[in-house]
T-cell receptor, first 112, second 116 residues
């Protein structure tokens, strides 16, 4: 559980108020970092995969970036329908083999 | 068509009972997973099967037994249910196993298990 930390735990934004979510990981050996969106009562929905530092991916109002030890999910001019929990996950290759860990998520609420 | 489907969506049962959750994927993926999501929304991997073969078995009580009749199905059987088993269980699939490549996992909508 400590391998991946997401902040903040919860975020309330006014519609149109841009912000960023953070995902940081402490373990070496990153093979890929994934962002997911989870709506209440649903399973996580895949958004992006990032493989190496400097990489960026965009989809509508979301942009994911990756540095050596953290990733940011930037939300530009959010709308109420962007309200959800955003999860990041890391695929690591360690001395014990391939590992996959989720963070605890950021609950985003966008207020009209 | 739903890509990863789980049944049942809700499961309410008494402590000590045995129950099963079924999962099917129509994505043509070789790898399937079971996750447990606790009350704090933390998702933890339990098992992973690649082409019907168990490849990940995290520290999970042996009351939990996965079974994969074919690569499109992965079921989870739980014996002697305990109060602490109450959680949401998610099935997922991916094109490649963790040791074979980097591919995103696609999730079902979960089975909410409540133990009385």
């Amino acid at each position: 559980e400590d391998q991946v930390t997401q902040s903040p735990e919860a975020l309330r934004l006014q519609e149109g108020e841009s912000s960023s979510l953070n995902c940081s990981y402490t373990v070496s050996g990153l093979r890929g970092l994934f962002w997911y969106r989870q709506d209440p009562g649903k399973g996580p929905e895949f958004l992006f995969t990032l493989y190496s530092a400097g990489e960026e991916k965009e989809k509508e109002r979301l942009k994911a970036t990756l540095t050596k030890k953290e990733s940011f999910l930037h939300i530009t001019a959010p709308k109420p329908e962007d309200s959800a929990t955003y999860l990041c996950a890391v695929h690591l290759l360690t001395n014990t083999g391939n590992q996959f860990y989720f963070g605890t998520g950021t609950s985003l609420t966008v207020i009209p | 068509d739903t890509a990863v489907s789980q049944t049942p969506k809700y499961l309410v049962t008494q402590m000590g009972n045995d129950k099963s959750i079924k999962c099917e994927q129509n994505l043509g993926h070789d790898t399937m997973y079971w996750y447990k999501q606790d009350s704090k929304k933390f998702l933890k991997i339990m098992f992973s099967y690649n082409n019907k073969e168990l490849i990940i078995n995290e520290t999970v009580p042996n009351r939990f037994s996965p079974k994969s009749p074919d690569k499109a199905h992965l079921n989870l059987h739980i014996n002697s249910l305990e109060l602490g088993d109450s959680a949401v269980y998610f099935c997922a699939s991916s094109r490649a196993a963790l040791g074979q490549g980097i591919s995103p996992q696609h999730f079902g909508d979960g089975t909410r298990l409540s133990i009385l």
